[in-house]
């Protein structure tokens, strides 16, 4: 409680003091400060008793409760199979012809790419780079790289050559995969030191190709997306840069 003494305290400048001033200055803060210690002690108690452990682990801060699912491929992907697997997808080629697949297709060729990069000798979190247009294998290679554990590097294909080359020695691309119709900007780049495996999207699995170059259908053709595994993917990990 407030001292209530009947003899107000003076301060310069005043002609009478005032009793708060005086409670002010002669303990009553002190005491209503202890008292709203002993309040805030025993709502944390409370806390703590309602809560249990978790009020333990949990940090005191404020945490967001909303949408704690971790947002990584393996969800979309699992989500499009299962509720969409008949819905189909159309691509206009670089050569202004139409291709159709579903998503049921589209699905089993992400998950053969992935398998199939898995098997080469690229370690998690290696950089697979694509110079491609906006086509099917490009949406392939969007989901199939990261749920190989590697990252998405997509290449600007309108850079000048020798940007890219850099470009692609500085992120310490490990495997490219290139349109048919950009084999000529592949070659103005020039040798790749980084890379070990070159795709070639856009032709027949059997197609004869310059030596180092491999079809990417030959590459999904010899995978079994039975093998596919979902990868433990913390949302965090890089899917793409």
Known sequence: MLNTSTTPATTPGSESGSVIDQNVRTGPAPRIALAS??????FLHMLKSR?????EERSTAMQGLMMDFPLT?????????????RREIVDRR???????YTYAEFIDRAKRLAVALRDLDLARGDRVATLMWNQHEHLEAYFGIPLAGAVLHT?????PPEDLRFIIEHADDRALIVDQTLLPLLEKIGPLPTVRHVFVAGVPADASLPEGLRPYEALLAGADPARFVEPELDERDAAAM
């Not at 210690?37 to 025993?42: F, G, K, N, P, V």
């Not at 809560?51 to 009020?55: E, G, L, S």
């Not at 670089?94 to 159709?100: G, L, Q, Y």
């Not at 290449?155 to 850079?159: E, H, P, S, T, Y």
């Open 73 to 85: 491929l393996t969800h979309l992907l699992r989500r499009a199979e299962t509720l969409f697997p």
């Open 155 to 159: 290449l600007n294909l309108r850079l």
């Open 37 to 42: 210690s002993t309040a805030a002690a025993r």
């Open 94 to 100: 670089p050569e202004r012809t139409f291709f159709r």
């Open 51 to 55: 809560y249990d452990d978790r009020f």
